[in-house]
């Protein structure tokens, strides 16, 4: 069953974070609409859409890992432990989006390590002729070093399974897909206005946000039930059954 709560924190989380994929991503996807090799705008429309259907694919891959890594975490009784370190690293992106501290810029380095080693794979696929060679560049161009993505990583690992996991990154990716299909097609003008400190401080806002809400139902007085498993959770809502010797005292 979908978590409707849980989807609609991602595509939000995705959506008004566009002003760092703008900024990071805006120029990749301009180079990559450069690089199609089509004379058609609907043929080059189409490879547009499959890069950042790849993209997602990855995206929708991540978060199956972290909500297996998350549901690993609840079955130790430490989902709490989670859920604070998810709310820290939405707290590091609002402060990255405001430009008041950089470091989840160390984050990023240590995907950087990985990253060498799947750059190079997007090269053969180069220029792109068709969607297929798209899809899979833009899943390549899924494992990008990104704050961002790892923040929302974080909180997919509070999710209780894989699939759910899967389900909120695929919604963040979502959620970010209007700005980058805009960017691929008028990348100055988009990435100018994303560059406006007033809306990259609005970003950062909603991120905290997002990291506050996200605390208080950790730790708050009474919310304690936000961190287990649903199958505990049902386990502690089902009516204590009584043998019949009980019920006649």
Known sequence: MFDVAALTTGLLLGFFSS??????CGGIMGALTMAIDSPSKLRSGAIVLCYNMGRLASYTFLGALAGAFGETVYALGAATVLRV???ALLFAMALYLAGWW??????????????????????????????MPALALGALW?????????????????QPSASAGAFFMLAFGLGTLPAL??????????????QKRSLRLTGALLLAIFAAWTLYGTLAPGHGHHGH????????????QHSPHQQHH
């Open 19 to 24: 002003t760092h994929c703008l900024g990071m």
């Open 85 to 87: 370190i998810a709310a």
């Open 102 to 131: 950089r470091g989840l810029l160390k984050l990023e380095a240590i995907g950087q390590r990985l990253w060498r080693h799947i750059q190079p794979l997007g090269r053969a696929l180069m220029p792109v002729r068709g969607p």
């Open 229 to 240: 498993h649903p199958a505990q959770q049902q386990s502690t809502d089902e009516p204590q």
């Open 181 to 194: 299909l805009l960017a691929a097609f008028a990348t100055g003008r988009v990435r100018g206005w994303a």
């Open 142 to 158: 899924g494992w990008l070093p990104c704050g961002l993505v790892y923040s929302a990583l974080g909180y997919a690992m509070t």
